[in-house]
């Protein structure tokens, strides 16, 4: 089975920067992308960025130069920085890996609130 164990979240002003990490385990698993959702009260959970195991990279439209999305394979963890907070990037953000053989595991959710 696979594990992902969350860090980071909490409250920061608007303007601020923010940074979250995922560190996945499992025998037996290779992780290939890695990544983070959010889901917003009353919204749909959405793509913040992904990365894959050879650093190729996806951002969602409103994090675009933003947020930077890395991963050290080594450690099997991705990490997320995040600048330029404003309130609506309030939400709770999930990790998300794929792994081989196929699966598709989440992270517990950690907030992120963004308020003055």
């Known amino acids: 089975q696979v594990q992902l164990v969350e860090s980071g979240g909490g409250l920061v002003q608007p303007g601020g920067s923010l940074g979250l990490s995922c560190t996945a385990s499992?025998?037996?698993?290779?992780?290939?992308?890695m990544g983070w959702y959010r889901q917003a009260p009353g919204k749909q959970r959405e793509l913040v960025s992904v990365?894959?195991?050879?650093?190729?990279?996806v951002y969602g439209g409103s994090v675009k130069g933003r947020f930077t999305i890395s991963r050290d394979n080594a450690k099997n963890t991705v990490y997320l920085q995040m600048n330029s907070l404003s309130p609506e990037d309030t939400a709770v953000y999930f990790c998300?890996?794929?792994?081989?053989?196929?699966?598709?595991?989440w992270g517990q959710g950690t907030q992120v609130t963004v308020s003055s």
């Open positions: 499992g025998s037996g698993f290779s992780f290939n992308t």
């Open positions: 990365i894959n195991s050879s650093g190729s990279t």
């Open positions: 998300n890996v794929k792994t081989y053989p196929w699966g598709n595991y």
